[in-house]
């Protein structure tokens, strides 16, 4: 007995939902790390306010399109989700930081979609209106999923894969699966055009890291001078101050003539290895540069 495409199609939406929900979920470890540290310094917000502009561009689709509450469910689910992020990240970010994502959720998420919705509701009418919100959803979402370019330059130039987690790439590419039969078996090209982009890179991303995924990193040392020596001569000031300190405590109280030699001797061994550790340290710079 054949499933009917109907089935189908909500099957897929269903897992869809549930996938993405799932990726949603990914920045959770980040946010726990800006709470603990209290401060969101080093992180940017432009993934939580694009991440909100989609969403909100897909549920103005839905909603326009009609029968398709599935696209609404996840995309509403999205929007309180990335609203939490943003919010968690205002409360712990630096002036300066909080100041550009400010500016980046007024230009982006309210004059952008504004001039979206006022071009297209009140301008276009009927079929016309949804093919227009369409195209504009499917252009958008081309570009979300060209992003990860930039990481894939990176992998292949660094031969190293611990820029691009794997988990995050199957999750990615499995959610652009289900998307995509959503979209083919509803006849929905705006939904399912942009999955084939999303399943390409999300596979190029997971052979990737199967071909430079690396068991550890290793520290790369200058040549000429090895990391050993240096924490080496970093024990050795660390030696030498309190000799400074202990010696500069004897020359408080009286002393004979063969205590002051001894001092005197002390006082000239730490110069020489003050002026060493100098030389050394001045060396290790240039073969830096």
């Known amino acids: 007995m054949a499933i009917p495409l109907a089935v189908l199609a ?30 969101s310094e080093g992180y940017q917000s432009i993934p939580y306010v694009i991440g909100l502009f989609s969403a ?21 689910v999205s929007f309180v989700i990335q609203i939490f992020y943003i919010a968690v990240y205002l409360f712990y970010a630096p002036k300066k930081e909080k100041t550009l994502t400010v500016k980046l959720v007024l230009f982006v998420n309210v004059f952008a979609f504004g001039l979206i919705f006022v071009l297209t509701y009140f301008l276009l009418h ?40 794997f988990g995050l790439s199957f999750f990615l590419t ?17 939904v399912a055009l942009p999955n084939v982009l999303g399943f390409v890179f999300g596979v190029l991303q997971m052979v990737l890291y199967l071909i430079y995924k690396k068991p550890g990193t290793k520290v790369l040392e200058p040549p ?35 205590d002051m030699e001894a001092t005197i001797d002390i006082d000239e061994k730490i110069k020489g290895d003050m002026e060493k550790f100098k030389e050394d340290k001045e060396v290790f710079l240039i073969s830096k540069s």
């Open 10 to 39: 909500t099957v897929f939406g269903i897992l869809g939902n549930i996938i993405s929900f799932l990726v949603c979920l990914a920045p959770i470890p980040t946010f726990i790390r800006i709470y603990k540290r209290k401060s």
């Open 56 to 76: 909100m561009l897909w549920i103005y689709y839905a909603m326009i399109k009609k029968n398709v509450m599935i696209l609404i469910t996840i995309n509403a």
């Open 126 to 165: 009927g079929n016309k209106r949804v093919t227009v919100l369409g195209y504009v959803c499917m252009v958008f979402a081309l570009c979300v999923f060209v992003a990860p370019l930039g990481i894939i330059r990176k992998v292949i130039k660094t031969k190293s894969a611990e820029f691009m987690p």
């Open 174 to 190: 499995l959610s652009a699966v289900m998307w995509f039969f959503y979209g083919l078996l509803n006849k929905d090209m705006n």
């Open 224 to 258: 000429g001078i090895k990391l050993q020596d240096i924490s080496d001569h970093v024990v050795d000031v660390v030696r030498l101050s309190s000799m400074v300190c202990s010696s500069q405590m004897r020359t408080l109280v009286p002393q004979d003539s063969a």
